[in-house]
């Protein structure tokens, strides 16, 4: 019963950190685009867009993250307690990064005069590829076996191949998931000449992802050959597989300008790759030192975290399907335009 | 840790209870058919829109700064002190979809669907407040956990949940927000009151959030004395450096201001002569327990009881200020049936918003200083739960966060102003437009517009 309860917050664990890395990295992706966008009047348009998609559930994001936080240090307390000890440095950064973009990002619908626009946009476009590659190291650093390890420094622990090979594949990741929902909200708009700008840009990051996610399982032989071999195996091979199939799928798809599926296709790549991770490493948390059921927390600390789980997914998972339902209709703009 | 939580409590009182007064406003305004209410109560859905996205931002931070700072804590207790961050983490995630909902609804859903839609906001910000405050009464009286032989934790869902303090820390800070948010935007309206402003509209966004604040003014007033004197049982040590009181003794007086030194002489400060025992327990043979009677390592010292001890005495001078604003308020209600005229009055309100931001934040220090050296009452010192990272990098992290925090405070308050003279300029104008997102912080069209 306990071990089976802490799989199921495992799991939920897992699920929170990946619908971060998807919905959030929608987000992130408009964010980097947002700071590519250059000056010019096309990229003012681009920017323009970038708002308007962003704006209704951009905070919606962020929930994700306290969650898998409020799970992990309640649902895994030992666990908590190392990464926090080991990774630190990237945790502090990624945090800081987090603030100025969300801050920023309301901040600069409200500066009035131009310069002090410009420095809010800059800050929020940079806070955007800092913030997810720092927490995609702490991922690479936790899967590279060094958090908890004797006589590893927080610096050693932080900072690997394998912890920088994660941040790059977040930011390609991040970018890929940007692109193709600035599709979405370009032909919704009907504005063709931006549906061209973000098919280039989803190119680009569709390529860079095949490139850095290659480099990145170079890093993982490196580094943590048993990774590998279980990424290679069942389970995880299967969403190992839906990534290598999709990526490439929805480059073709948007490259052809078939503008269907590409979108549910970008999440499931960007899901998958998170999950692959997540499954291969199973049952460990910390890889070859703390496994699930060593880290649980008491019986009934488990039973309440999956009944409250239980009862508000029962609450939440409607609300949210509102508030998507509402966005995607794009009845929740303001009328005063 | 202790400046982020000081400054995320500061967003509390409007995060949680701005969405009431907002719906109670809009419902006066749907209810008379007023547009003028409603068009204060979309105003204030603007500023709680800013409000909720600093909040959400320095939220997510003080759950990582926890790993940050205090990892062992959460390693050794994370499994009974986490409890009430679990619902307060999805109580979180409810309110940002509803928020969202309520800001981008104005236009697009019925009047009715909108109001009734915007009242899941208050219970799911008061259940996150209850998460909190679960946690934090944890902390101040653990409970639910029980050691077994080989060292693991055995938790007690519900005794951890509801531990002792939890009673009253529930009731005490939730009144406490309300109050603050109250006395905070009618504060705004006093000033405009002083500045010549006497129609309507200020009649209403004055009235309506101070009557809900002076209303709960008298009601805190005995929460928070049922609170002081829980603590004589729960935390005595506490109790004890909040009236810095050495000795154990009978007759105790009441100190008020004064401060106390390391060997329990107490300087300058008005001594009431035995209130402290009458307070206690209504009589002066009442016998109060002292600092001296805690070992050295586990009561506040001295530093840490002045500063008890006197943001305490700050909170209750505040609050019974308060209190007498109140009663003003009521008086002229009553007798004449419409609010207060006299200057003096809103000078005095609208301090109240100020002087009610610096009751929260006192009643913090107490509750938190107070503790000391325990960060987990009793069961853990704080020197034995923070990270071994260096102190450099701490100070480095702790200077970065408060550049930043100044930035995002220096921002949010030019941003208010800025909302304030636009509307002010529309109201001057006779403008009948609502404004249709205008000034939205997540709202697009703005730059186009503008």
């Not at chain 1, 681009?46 to 799970?71: G, Y």
Request: glycine share 10%.
């Amino acid at each position: 019963m306990n071990v089976t309860l802490a799989y199921v917050i495992a799991a939920m664990m897992l699920l929170a950190v990946t619908a971060y890395s998807t919905a959030g990295g929608v987000d992130f992706g408009a964010g980097i685009w947002d700071l590519l966008a250059g000056r010019d009047e096309r990229g003012r348009r681009a920017r323009e867009l970038i708002d308007r998609s962003m704006a209704p559930v951009w905070e919606v994001n962020n929930v994700w993250l306290v969650l898998a936080i409020v799970l992990c240090w309640t649902g895994f307390p030992t666990l908590f307690e190392s990464v926090f000890l080991s990774l630190y440095p990237l945790f502090s950064v990624a945090l800081i990064g987090l603030i100025l973009r969300g801050a920023f990002f309301a901040f600069r619908h409200v500066a009035e005069n131009p310069r002090d626009h410009q420095i809010a946009d800059y800050v929020f476009g940079i806070s955007s590829v800092v913030t997810p590659i720092f927490f995609a190291m702490s991922l690479g650093a936790i899967a590279s076996g060094r958090v908890g390890a004797p006589g590893v420094s927080a610096w050693d622990a932080s900072v690997s191949p394998m912890s920088i090979a994660f941040g790059l594949v977040s930011v390609c990741a991040t970018a890929l998931s940007g692109a193709t929902f600035l599709i979405g909200d370009a032909r919704r708009e009907q504005a063709a000449e931006l549906v061209e700008y973000f098919r280039t840009k989803t190119l680009i990051a569709a390529g860079a992802l095949i490139v850095v996610g290659t480099g990145a399982l170079a890093a993982i032989a490196v580094e943590r050959r048993e990774l590998l071999t279980s990424m290679a195996s069942f389970p995880a091979v299967l969403l190992v597989a839906v990534v290598m199939i999709v990526t490439p799928a929805v480059a073709f798809l948007v490259w052809r300008r078939w503008f269907a599926w590409y979108r549910v296709l970008t999440v499931a790549a960007v899901g998958s790759l998170v999950a692959a991770w997540g499954v291969a490493q199973s049952p460990y948390l910390l890889p070859g030192r703390l496994t699930i059921d060593q880290a649980a927390a008491p019986l009934g600390t488990e039973v309440l975290l999956t009944v409250v789980a239980g009862v508000v997914v029962l609450v939440i998972g409607p609300s949210i399907g509102f508030l998507l339902y509402l966005d995607q209709k794009s009845a929740l703009e303001p009328q005063g335009s | 840790m202790a400046f982020t939580l000081g400054y995320h409590i500061l967003l509390v009182p409007l995060g949680v209870a701005l969405p009431t007064l907002t719906l109670v406003m809009e419902g006066i305004g749907l209810a008379r058919k007023d547009g003028v209410a409603l068009l204060i109560a979309r105003r204030w859905s603007v500023v709680m829109g800013v409000q909720f996205a600093v909040g959400a931002v320095t939220g997510t931070i003080l759950s990582f700064e926890f790993g940050i700072l205090w990892p062992r804590m959460l390693g050794r207790f994370g499994a009974a002190f986490g409890l009430g961050f679990a619902i307060e983490g999805w109580a979180f995630f409810l309110e940002a979809i509803f928020i969202s909902i309520y800001l981008y609804g104005w236009n697009r859903l019925r009047p009715r669907t909108h109001f009734l839609l915007g009242l899941v906001l208050p219970p799911a910000g008061l259940l996150g407040a209850f998460g909190v405050l679960a946690a934090n009464s944890w902390m101040n009286t653990p409970g639910g956990v029980t050691m077994q032989p080989n060292g693991a934790l055995d938790v007690d869902v519900w005794a951890a949940l509801f531990t002792k303090a939890l009673t009253y820390e529930f009731w005490h800070f939730t009144i406490a927000i309300y109050l603050t948010a109250g006395f905070a935007v009618a504060s705004i309206y006093a000033v405009a009151w002083l500045r010549g402003r006497r129609d309507h509209y200020q009649r209403l966004a004055f009235g309506v959030p101070f009557t809900i604040a002076a209303a709960l003014a008298p009601v805190q007033w005995v929460v928070g004395d049922l609170s002081a004197r829980a603590l004589t049982f729960d935390q005595p040590a506490k109790f004890a450096a909040m009236e810095i009181t050495w000795r154990t003794r009978s007759n105790n007086p009441e100190v008020i201001g004064g401060l106390i030194d390391s060997s329990g002489n107490v300087h300058l400060g008005i001594a009431v002569p035995s209130l402290d025992s009458i307070l206690v327990g209504l009589s002066p043979s009442t016998v109060v327990r002292g600092l001296s009677s805690f070992a050295e390592n586990s009561r506040p010292d001295a530093i840490e009881s002045n500063l008890t001890h006197l943001s305490f005495d700050l909170m209750v001078g505040l609050g019974s200020a308060a209190l007498l604003l109140t009663v003003w308020h009521f008086a002229v209600l009553i007798r004449r049936r419409r609010l207060p005229q006299s200057l003096w009055f809103y000078r005095l309100a609208a301090l109240a918003g100020v002087g009610a931001y610096l009751t929260v934040e006192s009643g913090w220090v107490t509750t938190e200083v107070g503790r000391q050296p325990w960060i987990v009452y009793g069961a853990m010192r704080v020197a034995d739960a923070v990270t071994d990272a260096s102190p450099v990098f701490l100070w480095a992290m702790l200077g970065t966060l408060f550049v930043v925090y100044a930035a995002i405070a220096f921002f949010f308050i030019t941003l208010l102003l800025k909302l304030s003279r636009r509307w002010r300029q529309e109201d001057e104008a006779g403008s009948t437009e609502v404004f249709g997102g205008r000034g939205l912080p997540y709202a697009p069209r703005t730059r186009g517009v503008e």
